[in-house]
C-alpha cells in the first residue's frame, strides 16, 4: 500500500501548485529572497488558476488521508509549430511540457514523484501527444532516466549573460 492515492487538479488547488512552485525554484537555489517568493507564489497563483480554468494546464497530487498534499506535478500545454515525429511523420499542435514536479521533503523517496510522472505519462499517450517534453533539475535526473526521458539538444541564452555562466560547469548535453 503506498498510503496515498494520485488525483487529478481542480482550478481551486492553484494555491497548492503556486507553494510548490515556488518550494522547486527554492530547493533549486533560484529563489534567494522571502520577497522574491512571495511575489513569484501571487503571480503563479493567479497564472494557474488561469490557466486550470481553459485547460492549457493538467495536473495531478498526490494526496494522503485527511487530503494532505505529498506532492503534484503538471503540464503546461503550449501551441508549437508543425515538427517531424520520432516516426518521421509530420505533426502539428500543441505539446506538453512537464512543469512544477514537487514532493514535500517529508514525502520523499516513497515513489511519489515516480507515480506522479508516470500518471502524467500515460495522460499524454492517451492525449495523441508524440513527446512530453520537460527541464530536469540536477536532483530530478536520475528519476526522468529511469523513466525513459533522454537529453536533447536544447541550450538556454540569456541576455545578461547570466544563464551561460551558470551553467559552464553543467552538461553540455543537457544544460537545463
Known amino acids: 500500500m503506498t498510503g ?11 494555491a497548492v501548485i503556486a507553494r510548490h512552485r515556488v518550494s522547486m525554484f527554492r530547493d533549486m537555489g533560484e529563489v534567494p529572497t522571502q520577497a522574491l517568493a512571495a511575489e513569484l507564489f501571487e503571480a503563479s497563483q493567479a497564472a494557474l488558476a488561469a490557466l486550470l480554468r481553459e485547460g492549457s494546464y493538467v495536473g495531478w497530487l498526490a494526496v494522503a488521508a485527511h487530503d494532505e498534499v505529498l506532492g503534484g506535478a503538471g503540464v503546461h500545454i503550449k501551441p508549437t ?8 511523420l509530420v505533426a502539428a499542435g500543441p505539446l506538453p511540457l512537464a512543469v512544477n514536479v514537487y514532493t ?26 508524440d513527446r512530453l517534453l520537460l527541464h530536469a533539475s540536477d536532483g530530478g535526473r536520475p528519476l526522468y532516466r529511469s523513466l525513459g526521458f533522454a537529453p536533447t539538444n536544447e541550450m538556454r541564452w540569456s541576455i ?3 544563464e551561460s555562466n551558470r551553467n559552464s560547469s553543467a552538461d553540455p548535453s543537457n544544460p537545463c
Open 4 to 14: 496515498y492515492t494520485i488525483r487529478r487538479t481542480i482550478e481551486s488547488d492553484a
Open 81 to 88: 509549430l508543425p515538427r517531424i515525429t520520432h516516426e518521421g
Open 104 to 129: 514535500e521533503p517529508g514525502s520523499r523517496r516513497r515513489g511519489i514523484a515516480r507515480a506522479l510522472m508516470q500518471a502524467m505519462m500515460q495522460w499524454a499517450k492517451i492525449q495523441g501527444f
Open 160 to 162: 545578461d549573460g547570466r
